[in-house]
């Protein structure tokens, strides 16, 4: 596959984004109590109560 280069623009972005300090934090508890909740726990009482 041949390597193309990318717009000057578009690498600046990602070289911006790949720096650790941009990557964002981890999730907190709130923010996994909310996951868990929406992602597993409501689709499962949707289920039973769709019986």
Do not use: F
């Not at 070289?15 to 689709?43: F, H, K, M, S, T």
């Amino acid at each position: 596959m041949a390597q193309e280069k990318l717009h000057p623009e578009l690498e600046r972005r990602l070289r911006l984004l790949e720096e650790p300090q941009n990557q964002g934090q981890d999730y907190d508890g709130l923010a996994w109590l909310a996951l868990i909740g929406l992602g597993i726990v409501l689709p499962v009482i949707a289920l039973l109560i769709g019986r």
